[in-house]
């Protein structure tokens, strides 16, 4: 009996010294592994009101990576807005993008149409104004195969929370604000096994009015996204420099308009 169990005990290591190597690679390739890089997003951002109720967003994006050297993406997006109050509104609208491969020496782009739904709360305290922001997505992203095009789309759908806080540290509106935000992307779907997080972004820059109707915000945005792997992750360093232009009833700049999430 006590041979026995020498023998099995032997065994055991035996076939844990043989699987030991094993476990070791499959750990050391599930390892988080983190790239980073540096980008400049630029966008103009338009709000449109025709009345008490109804107007327009429209806005168009450009962000390149390597700072300036290579195409991310282009994106443009429009939607009906309804004020249900002045400092509260709802949206329905379309955007598409062009995703720029990320594969070397790849140069097709992928192209993502995505439908949306967003609510929206301003209020302002004092000095200080806050913006709360959920957004819904469905997005079909493309599928690019030897650097072709294909008829295949992965779809998923992407829920979007925004807080962001701006402080006005001056009495003259056309001296800078300050202005922190973050947002985050949950999605979901059939092909989202790993990464049902899919990003993060935080915001520390400053708000500046060029006109009553005209204004942007300039600063350090820190996208930090999970890929479909699960164990991969992008952390971008970008320069952002986002423009808002409102137009339309006089009743369009009783609430500043700051959007701090991106595309």
Known sequence: MVRFTAFRIKCHGVILMLCLPVLVFAQSASEKEINHQSQVWVSINNTFRINEHWGALADFHIRRNDFL????????????????????????????????????????????????????????????FILQRLRNEQRWQQKIVDDQRTDDYKFTDRVRYLFSYTYTIFQNKYLPSLVVADEILIQFGKEVVYNAFEQNRIFFGVKQNIRSSLSFDFGYMNVYQQKSSGYQYDMNHTLRLFFYYNAGWRRVNKQPFIESGGE
């Open 69 to 128: 050297a290579d195409p991310s993406f282009y994106f443009i997006r429009g939607a009906a807005n309804y004020w249900i109050k002045d400092n509260i509104t709802a949206a329905l609208g379309y955007g598409h993008m062009w995703l720029a491969p990320t594969q070397e020496d790849w140069h097709t782009f992928a192209n993502e149409n995505r439908i949306y739904q967003q609510f929206q709360v301003n209020s302002k305290f004092g000095r200080s």
